[in-house]
């Protein structure tokens, strides 16, 4: 019985180790392709010599004459970025702390309402908020990247569920001491929901960094441009140069990674909570 015990968990740490391989080494071999020699750049699973060139390719503008904002790229990515994830998380966790403690004719119907819309695809809805940028005078602005993505709906979703598993006699104690909605949010329900606040950060941060459709759209100008757009104009005609591509791809998942180990502990208790 034992014997047949040790068999069963040694097969379940193969299976893991390799299920485990599989999903990493895609990145594994992006990375290594990204620092490869160019001759030997996906031309074998492993290189055996290492190079920056693709690196210094990336950052010299490749074969073009005019060099390429990529510094100014990357901090127009962090700031649209940075921007919107702030705004969809207060946003989001008001909306919920309404949905999920406040009592208001109209509640159940709203909840539906945000239900419904999370299953509609994002890009019927591309064209009609273009218009309205353009029509604000927002084109080709921070704004413009920002302001449309100030809500997430899925953020709404999120913290419905957790506001709902908190224990009205937490608010109501607030409630004796003075404290109005916005005070007992910020002060009371926000600092006990800090690993669903991890959680949507996160994916919203993730979601947003990723962003290349409609930053295309609404911004025209190169010092505007973020790192996502920069990256799809320079490979347009450079596709031949798999090397400098693949470095592009390493530098534009650094962050998100960065982010995601900075955030482990609290993410996996998150994580946790929307399982259940």
Known sequence: MVGSNRKGILLRYIVASVLLCMMVFPYLYMVMSSFAVWDQVDQSLMPTKFTLRSYEWLFGGGDVSVPRPWIRAFFNSVIVSAGSTALMMVTGAVVAYALAKMNFKGRETVDNIILFQMFFPAIILLVPSFLIIQNAGLYDTYWAM????????????????????????????????????????????????????????????????????????????????????????????????????????VLLTLPIIILFLFFTKKFQEGMQFTLK
């Open 146 to 249: 920002i302001i449309p993505k100030a809500m997430s709906l899925w953020a709404v979703f999120m913290y419905t569920n957790f506001f709902r598993a908190i224990p009205d006699t937490f608010l109501e104690a607030a409630k004796l001491d003075g404290a109005g909605h916005l005070q007992i949010l910020w002060k009371v329900v926000l600092p006990m929901s800090k690993s669903i606040t991890t959680v949507v950060f996160l994916f919203l941060f993730m979601e947003r960094w990723s962003e290349l459709l409609w930053d295309m759209l609404v911004i025209k100008s190169d010092n505007m441009l973020t790192l996502n757009v920069l990256l799809s104009q320079m490979f347009g005609p450079y596709g031949g140069y798999p090397g400098p591509m693949y470095a592009a791809s």
